[in-house]
């Protein structure tokens, strides 16, 4: 590990900062503390007016203070001072996984060159926000022990949970970590059109040097899904390849022995980039490949988030264009939810395979390491997902007696908030549940739900004084949809907030799920109860 002052000589070394691994070699990634005096040391450049660093946006478990950089000419002094109508607003959220660092070091990178100069013709039109380092705790648990099958760097890198123990790309609906709280307030007040998550992949052998993907989600409108599949990640992908000679494709892994196929991951919102596609943005996942260098990960991802601003910012009217349309269209009404959801059969298709040697390192495990020759093979590519069931949204939905948890849960995602001040008839539906699974294994801290059951006839009922309004027609309803619908695969209930209110439906017992819904308008007087953030 450098001293301090031997830190600073080669952060000082040459005309501009560098970075910790620049500043050593690539042989080590940079602690949290180390990230911030670069971003200080940025105050020295040319044009340190196109980067202004925020502090106050949420603390980590342990007590750090989240670094969150607004990046424009000139940079917002605060996000909510960025949101002119005219612009183009992107959010780079990096180190959601502690020993996933190339994200972390990439936009410092991007950070100096802003700082120094450089991306003017990207700036005139758009601002960015920058979360460098949002798994802090985690970041600086730096152990050699960790992802040791990764190819560096030598130092060792940081843990994958944060301080609670808590996958914070898991975290999204429950949003249970501090961090993912923050997070989430700043997501709403920054509210960006496009929103980026930086990672590391691991696993099958494959050619590329980053794989991508947008929202998984099959509740994502469907315009936002179309223009991000077929214009903005196909244009990346080509000046990926024509400015830089980096091969990127689709997120996916190899699956199966008889007949191989490449399928990406999982269409659940727990997950940050498909759970913000619900809130009508455009979002995109990078994974930096593993087996390569660090060095060459973090040239890739830089490389990336690079290209992904470039075409974003050529079609921004066109992305401000969609992400307006899907608004209006939920708060019509105009909008549908699925479940019964399963991967979407595919198409064949050339995928590239790589080769991985495997080497010893003393007392820690086997390295992997990517090959320089790969091969194309064709088989199936199945990166998509589809919905068997779904139904328009509907009007609202009434909590007669929300739990001090739900309450937390809906005000941390920005939601349109109401509460009754007196007794008010209503026109509503009960959900009768019919089967209910528990996992036997606990998972971030939970044994999930899964519900089956049927929506009642309507019926006129007597809601009572402090019960909650949950409307979806407001930009945010498929997010209310997906955390109250019980048939939902990844809802509040999945997460055990309304397990207490659940029951199933026996002999001479009706079951219970304590969610409503709201068929009709509701004359009664309403109070708007505050959420966190800035709410739509």
């Known amino acids: 590990m450098c001293s301090p002052l031997l830190l600073a000589a080669l952060l000082f070394a040459q005309d501009s900062p560098r970075s910790v691994p620049e500043a050593t070699q690539y042989r080590r990634t940079s602690t949290t503390g180390e990230v911030r005096v670069f971003l200080e040391s940025l105050e020295s450049l040319p044009h340190a007016d196109r980067v202004h660093l925020v502090d106050g946006w949420g603390k980590s478990h342990e007590g750090r203070g989240m670094m969150v950089v607004m990046a424009g000419d000139p940079a917002p002094l605060h996000p909510t001072a960025g949101l002119a109508p005219n612009k183009l607003r992107l959010l780079i959220n990096a180190n959601i996984h502690g020993g996933e660092v190339e994200g972390k070091e990439a936009v410092q990178v991007l950070l100096r060159e802003i700082a120094s100069g450089e991306h003017a013709e990207l700036l005139a039109r758009c601002s960015l926000l920058f979360v460098p380092v949002y798994n802090l705790d985690g970041n600086d648990r730096i152990a050699q022990t960790n992802r040791v099958s990764q190819n560096g760097p030598d130092g060792g890198v940081g843990e994958r949970a944060n301080a609670q123990g808590y996958d914070l790309n898991r975290d999204f609906i429950k949003a249970e970590s ?59 992908r080509a000046q990926m390849e024509s400015r830089h000679g980096f091969r990127v494709y689709d997120y996916g892994n190899f699956s199966g022995r008889e007949q191989r196929a490449w399928v990406t991951y999982d269409h659940r919102p727990r997950f940050g980039t498909n759970y913000v596609g619900l809130r009508n943005r455009f979002t995109i996942l990078s994974e930096a490949y593993s087996y390569l260098p660090f060095r060459e990960r973090v040239e890739a991802t830089h490389a990336f988030v690079l290209e992904s601003w470039r075409a974003a910012n050529g079609m921004g009217d066109l992305l401000r264009e969609v992400c307006a349309r899907a608004d209006e269209d939920v708060s019509a009404g105009r909008a549908w939810f699925g479940w019964d959801t399963g991967l979407v059969d595919g198409e064949l298709g050339p995928i590239l395979v790589g080769e991985v040697e495997s080497i010893e390192l003393d007392g820690l495990g086997r390295r992997r390491i990517a090959g320089t020759t790969w091969r194309t093979e064709t088989m199936l590519i199945r990166t998509a997902f589809q919905s068997r069931e779904k139904e328009l949204l509907p009007l609202a939905y009434v909590i007669p007696i929300p739990s001090e948890a739900c309450r937390e849960a809906l005000r941390r995602h920005g939601l349109w908030l109401e509460r009754l001040v007196t007794d008010s008839p209503a026109q509503v539906q009960r959900f009768t549940p019919t089967e209910l699974r528990k996992a036997g294994r606990e998972f971030q801290g939970h044994h999930e739900l899964a519900l089956r059951g049927d929506w009642g006839a ?46 199933v439906q026996a002999e001479g017992e009706p079951g219970a799920y304590p969610v409503l819904r709201l068929m009709a308008p509701i004359e009664g007087e309403r109070r708007r109860v505050a959420a966190y953030g800035t709410p739509r």
């Open 458 to 503: 309507t019926e006129e009922v007597s809601l009572p004084a402090g019960t909650w309004v949950v409307t979806t027609r407001h930009p945010l309803g498929r997010v209310v949809t997906q955390l109250l619908e019980p048939r939902s695969e990844d809802s509040l209930s999945t997460w055990n907030v309304f397990e207490a209110g659940t029951s």
């Open 178 to 236: 501090p961090e993912c709280q923050a997070l989430l307030a700043l997501t709403t007040s920054w509210d960006p059109h496009v929103w980026m998550d930086l990672h590391t992949t691991n696993g099958s052998a494959h050619g590329y040097h980053l794989t991508y993907a947008p929202s998984l989600s099959c509740n994502v409108d469907t315009a936002i899904d179309q223009v991000a599949r077929g214009q903005l990640l196909p244009a990346i």
